[in-house]
């Protein structure tokens, strides 16, 4: 069985509704090629073949096995004297639908490969374990941030946030099950922040929180919310049920401060809030 022909019905293609297409197209060869919707149905023969998966291949090789045909019909039904002109004529038909039929190959292409990178620079950019953002992306955020602090003369706060005694879950319960706890812990999170924050995992049980446009104290009130949603219920897993608190480190950015000043500060304020006795937050004044 040939390949291409596997290609296209993996795809769903109905070789009923293929063949009537093709019928269609080439009984529309040439007719009205001088205005628009001659190139649009060209175009959209070309969406055709690559959405169902025709190897470009094919469709040159169709035109091959076409252009020859003809050929043999024009030297049976012509006189020599009509035969160079109707070839060249249809030459140049032939050669116009193929440059268009080509274009949509090459577009739909492009399309899909754009697509590709879109998604490998999401999967980048995504923590695989927790679903939010990984510490490059976090960073970048920051990055970000604190840009717009410095353009616009507005706040900028980091919440550095660490899961209490998570060692314990994994040495007690295994690290399928810490790696629930995890995920569902970066939910929490997620859903004690607003919409335009960015949450990102740090590294293991640590978490970064970029709160773009927002002065310390209004970061602080955001870190308490993180620490209640984190100890309000404990954290349903199989075998029985995990109680976690949490500890944060609150900081805002001071002027021309950079991405690693700034969360050096906020990670200085979390080891102060596990000194002062773990589910706490402290806030680093600068």
Request: glycine share 10%; proline share 4%; charged share 30%.
């Amino acid at each position: 069985e040939d390949p291409s022909y596997a290609t296209v019905m993996a795809r769903g293609g109905d070789p009923g509704r293929l063949q009537a297409a093709h019928r269609d197209y080439l009984r529309g060869f040439g007719r009205g090629h001088e205005g628009l919707d001659y190139f649009e149905s060209r175009l959209r023969m070309g969406v055709v073949h690559a959405h169902h998966g025709v190897p470009a291949g094919v469709y040159l090789g169709a035109c091959a096995a076409l252009a020859g045909l003809v050929r043999r019909v024009a030297e049976e039904a012509l006189p020599a004297e009509a035969r160079a002109p109707a070839l060249c004529a249809f030459t140049k038909l032939l050669l116009l639908d193929t440059s268009l039929v080509m274009e949509a190959y090459v577009q739909a292409e492009v399309a899909e490969l754009a697509e590709l990178v879109a998604a490998e620079r999401e999967r980048a950019r995504t923590d695989a374990l927790t679903g939010v953002r990984s510490r490059a992306a976090a960073l970048e955020a920051l990055e970000e941030a604190l840009a717009r602090a410095a353009l616009e003369r507005v706040p900028a706060s980091v919440v550095m946030v660490d899961l209490d005694g998570f060692k314990a879950v994994n040495d007690t319960w295994g690290h399928p099950v810490g790696d629930a706890v995890l995920r569902e812990a970066a939910q929490r999170i997620r859903a004690a922040v607003r919409d335009f924050d960015v949450v990102g995992r740090y590294g293991g049980e640590e978490f970064l929180v970029v709160l773009a446009g927002t002065p310390l104290d209004v970061a602080r009130r955001i870190a308490e919310r993180i620490r209640a949603r984190i100890e309000e219920a404990p954290f349903a897993v199989e075998g029985g049920r995990v109680g976690l608190t949490t500890s944060a480190g609150v900081a805002e950015a001071a002027p021309g401060e950079g991405p690693a000043e700034v969360v050096a500060r906020a990670d200085r304020a979390l080891y102060e809030a596990k000194r002062a006795g773990r589910n706490r937050v402290r806030v680093d004044l600068g």
